[in-house]
């Protein structure tokens, strides 16, 4: 199998436009994205379910270097102004190298989980630990320290729907509360309403096709 990619994961306040039409607000800048060298279609985006103001646009690179790359040419300033009708406040920009391909992202639910290691000490236990969840959910699940901060660790999985994303997450709830002195992770509290510990989003298939 090919290389795992550099995985970029904007966080975003999304602007009423991107709400009402995602299609329409991100086209634009990532046609212009999808003639850079070493960017890797598709783009995928969404809403999170649990707060439609929180939207997320995931893309992947060949490497970091790439993407570094365009961040560092006169055309990246373009790119911007494409997106700035999709922001409504302020946004985090994350890059990951997943322990495994990110094929999560080509499920109709996806779960963004944000962990920070409360002691780096236990690194190498945290990653074994999922690791074999990565394995047990037959790569469903994977996970990577982010390069602006190797002692964040951001988990991705992709489920068929929401109700079995709730039953994925009561199982990493559980696991969570034998982390608590490994871990300190970015969530509210479990409930069938609002159960996220990280955030859910639908992603919206004609996203996928569209920017091939």
Known sequence: ??????????ILDTSEEFRKDVVSIISPAFDLVSKVDGFQAPVYTGIQIENPTTGYIILNWESMAHHQA???????GSVLE??????????????????????ALQQPVTHVLLLTLKDPSHR????D???NITVLSKKMLVFGPT????????????????????DI?????????????????????????????????????TIRSMLL
């Open 129 to 131: 630990i999922l690791s």
């Open 70 to 76: 365009l961040m560092d040419s006169p055309s990246y």
């Open 169 to 205: 997450i009561m199982i990493l709830h559980v696991l969570m509360l034998l982390w608590t002195s490994r871990l300190t992770w970015r969530g509210l509290p479990l409930s069938r309403k609002r159960w996220s510990n990280g955030y859910s989003l639908l992603l919206p298939r």
């Open 82 to 103: 494409a997106l700035k009708p999709a922001f409504g406040g302020p946004f985090k920009n994350y890059h990951v190298i997943f322990n495994e391909h990110p094929i």
């Open 124 to 127: 190498a236990e945290v990653f």
């Open 147 to 166: 390069l602006e901060n190797e002692n964040q660790i951001v988990l991705v999985g992709g489920w068929a729907s929401v109700e079995v994303d709730v």
């Open 1 to 10: 199998m090919s290389t795992i990619p550099t995985t970029e994961i904007i």
